[in-house]
């Protein structure tokens, strides 16, 4: 029991399985440490980090234990798409630039001509 300000708290104790199911579903989800938190009702996503600390030290997960860290952004190839546009379409898309750049051109002159 804690007493906080004229109030009493039951500390809420977590056995070493329960601690290794949350740190192994974090180690292999996509989620994280906060979702995971949150998933498994703890207060803090602090617990996490602290079990992942202290289940090493117990020998229950292997030194160097950690979540895979993720690849940064996608990858060229997940980029790159095949230009479904036509002719037609590229051409007006040309076209457009083209008036933006003469228009952006005209309008720092003070002159823009209709004709």
Same mark, same amino acid.
């Given at each position: 029991?804690i007493? &906080?300000?004229? +109030?009493? @708290?039951?500390? *809420? /104790?977590? +056995?070493?399985? @329960?601690?290794?199911?949350?740190?192994?579903?974090?180690?292999?989800s996509?989620? %994280?440490?906060? =979702?995971? =938190?949150?998933?498994?009702? $703890?207060?803090?996503?602090?617990?996490?980090?602290?079990?992942?600390?202290? $289940?090493? =030290?117990?020998?229950?997960?292997?030194?160097? !234990?950690? *979540?895979?860290?993720? !690849? =940064?952004? /996608?990858?060229p190839? +997940?980029?790159?798409? *095949?230009?479904? #546009?036509?002719? #037609?379409? *590229?051409?007006?898309?040309?076209?457009? #630039? &083209?008036?933006?750049? !003469?228009?952006?051109?005209?309008? +720092?002159? %003070? @002159?823009? !001509? @209709?004709?």
């Amino acid at each position: 029991m804690i007493e &906080v300000g004229g +109030s009493v @708290f039951m500390a *809420k /104790r977590y +056995s070493d399985e @329960f601690k290794l199911t949350v740190i192994k579903d974090y180690y292999s989800s996509p989620l %994280g440490v906060r =979702a995971i =938190a949150l998933k498994y009702g $703890l207060p803090s996503k602090n617990y996490i980090n602290k079990w992942e600390k202290e $289940l090493i =030290a117990k020998g229950l997960l292997p030194q160097g !234990s950690t *979540k895979p860290i993720k !690849s =940064a952004g /996608r990858s060229p190839e +997940s980029i790159m798409r *095949k230009d479904t #546009r036509t002719e #037609r379409e *590229k051409q007006l898309e040309e076209e457009n #630039r &083209v008036l933006i750049v !003469s228009v952006r051109g005209n309008m +720092s002159t %003070g @002159f823009i !001509s @209709f004709y």
